[in-house]
């Protein structure tokens, strides 16, 4: 089966995926690099060609395409979850894992990295914080049907790789 990481953006599933990949010494794809490789454009400039549906429409498309692959880790958009019966997917063909943390905490990453994100690029810091309280409590109730949950806040990289190393060889 595939591992899945999930979570709002900025919790860490590109970075936590890459780096598990690399421990578990299997294969690591990034969907929306993958989205970026086949479409031979930016996410931004996916969205601000051709708008957010369209974007959608193409993450069904790559996420079917991808999912049933086996041993590899698959680190999901934010959204992924929340569009089409795309959590169902996920739950039904991979090991999915919830990267959970907290509005305050996204707020103080996302604060830095907005720029790559076309959703919040364009709201100011205060506008943010609102944003990410709402939007992560609209997207909770997709998220938190992943199979485990791991809170990532406050802690490395590293330690959050252990984690679900644990929970992988737990389930052998
Ligand atoms: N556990 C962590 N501790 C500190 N910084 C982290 C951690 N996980 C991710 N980051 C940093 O947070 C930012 C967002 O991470 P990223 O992997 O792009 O998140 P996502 O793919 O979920 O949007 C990056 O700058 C990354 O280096
Ligand atoms: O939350 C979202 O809807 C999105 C998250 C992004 O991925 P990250 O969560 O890796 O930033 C990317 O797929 C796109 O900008 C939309
Ligand atoms: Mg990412």
């Known amino acids: 089966m595939?591992?899945?990481?999930?979570?709002y953006m900025g919790c860490g599933k590109s970075?936590?995926?890459k780096s598990l990949a690399k421990t578990l010494l299997l294969p690591f794809?990034?969907?929306?690099?993958?989205?970026s490789f086949h479409e031979k454009k930016t996410v931004q400039q996916i969205?601000?060609?051709?708008?957010?549906i369209h974007f959608r429409k193409k993450e069904k498309y790559y996420l079917n395409e991808l999912i049933?692959?086996?041993n590899v880790v698959l680190s999901l958009g934010g959204g992924t979850p929340i569009y089409y019966d795309n959590m169902k997917l996920i739950t039904d063909k991979s090991i999915s894992f919830y990267l959970k943390m907290?509005?305050?905490?996204?707020?103080e990453r996302l604060i830095t990295e907005k720029k790559h994100r076309p959703l919040i690029s364009h709201l100011n810091d205060e506008s943010l914080k609102e944003f990410i309280a709402k939007h992560l409590f609209e997207r909770s109730a997709f998220y938190e049907q992943a199979e485990h949950i791991i809170r990532v806040s406050e802690k490395?990289?590293?330690e959050i790789c252990k984690e679900i190393i644990h929970?992988?060889?737990s389930k052998k």
């Open 2 to 7: 595939i591992i899945s990481l999930l979570g």
């Open 15 to 17: 970075t936590i995926g």
């Open 29 to 35: 794809t990034d969907l929306d690099n993958y989205i």
């Open 47 to 52: 969205f601000s060609e051709h708008g957010e």
């Open 68 to 70: 049933n692959q086996n």
């Open 102 to 107: 907290s509005p305050s905490e996204l707020y």
């Open 156 to 158: 490395k990289p590293d």
């Open 167 to 169: 929970i992988l060889q």
